[in-house]
């Protein structure tokens, strides 16, 4: 390794002692916000609640949005490393099915999900609005490959935009689980098999 | 008028001159927040923007959550004002489409809007909570209505379960505003006429 890193690696601990260290901060941010959601507080609470110093937080993720970010990005790597995708004859608002039900497992998460979208609505997140845009182009292109690919086997109605079904199923979800969040009487599982209905090919034999 | 008010009255001035100013600052307020938008920040920066006192925000509104939910219903109120609701037979998501189009030339609000349901889904934030599932409750309860009188009339599938559609038709509209605010290559209008077609009844000539 060079003797004279650039600053912005030396900054921000892009050495292996560094990157390490991050990681440390990183997973014990992850178990607080898993714990505790994203409720509104200062860096300086958090640093104190993941036991590292308001310095330590601010040299790895610069600031609370990029934190929060941080810690969703690695909450997301996380799930995915726990298995394979769902198979690709899985319908759209199932595969969203599936993700509300593990969803309900890590409350704060979801917290922190809806709080970052809000956060990116606002104007000057950057960070909060860069991680959003992507997330929903990246989920929506993924579904979007799924309906084609049912399109395909008869298996989805073909009168409809495989993109604009992409936009509805996600939103659908996100949408839906606000609203069980905060009225548990609200069946988003039963509206998201609905949706499905809806989309799926009108049977022949009907 | 009494010499001697219930002090729960005198503190948040529903004499009527306090009932005047507190109405006087809202207007403000929503002036402001139609403009920018609901951007995190302190109480003591709104009241600067607003032109009012600390005190004077905090005397009429309490904390800056209630003052945000103060401001949002008064918005509501005022657009309920402004026309008769869309007709009964006007579908579910027909309507979402028409106030999502009104919603264009409130950015602002519809911030407003995203913050206040995020906050809602904190924990301790019990103002913004209470106005988020009462209003979705009402809306629901709204839409659910308009299913109901769009099947009696043929107009709307049979199988479908009007709290279900309502519950869905709500999300699909919250969340693809989301998309669109992040992406305006996201046709949030195409995707709930979409929805209304999926929901509407198979016509018996096709």
Redesign the interface.
């Known amino acids: 390794m060079s003797a004279s890193p650039p600053e912005a690696a030396r900054e921000r601990g892009s050495y292996p002692k560094g990157v390490a260290r991050r990681q440390e901060i990183l997973d014990r941010a992850l178990e607080v916000f898993a714990k505790r959601?994203?409720?509104?507080t200062s860096l300086r609470a958090i640093a104190q609640e993941v036991g590292v110093t308001h310095a330590a937080l601010t040299h790895y993720f610069g600031s609370l949005e990029e934190l929060l970010v941080a810690v969703y990005r690695e909450s997301e790597l996380r799930a995915d490393a726990e298995g394979p995708p769902p198979a690709p004859d899985v319908s759209p608002a199932e595969q969203m099915r599936i993700s509300a039900a593990d969803n309900r497992e890590i409350p704060g998460l979801?917290?922190l999900y809806?709080?970052l979208?809000?956060?990116?609505?606002?104007?000057?997140h950057s960070a909060a609005?860069e991680f959003?845009?992507q997330r929903?182009?990246r989920v929506?292109e993924d579904l979007a490959q799924r309906v084609r690919h049912l399109q395909s086997m008869g298996r989805l109605r073909e009168d409809?935009?495989p993109g604009?079904?992409a936009?509805?199923v996600?939103?659908?979800?996100?949408?839906?689980q606000?609203?069980w969040?905060?009225?548990p009487a609200?069946?988003?599982e039963?509206?998201l098999a609905?949706?499905d209905r809806?989309?799926s090919s009108?049977r022949t034999d009907s």
């Not at 979208?117 to 000057?124: P, W």
């Not at 996600?170 to 839906?176: E, H, I, M, N, Y």
């Open positions: 959601g994203a409720q509104r979801v917290q809806s709080t979208v809000a956060t990116a609505l606002e104007d000057g609005q959003a845009t929903f182009a929506r409809v935009e604009l079904v936009a509805l996600v939103a659908a979800s996100d949408g839906l606000t609203q969040l905060l009225d609200v069946d988003h039963a509206a609905m949706l809806l989309l009108p």
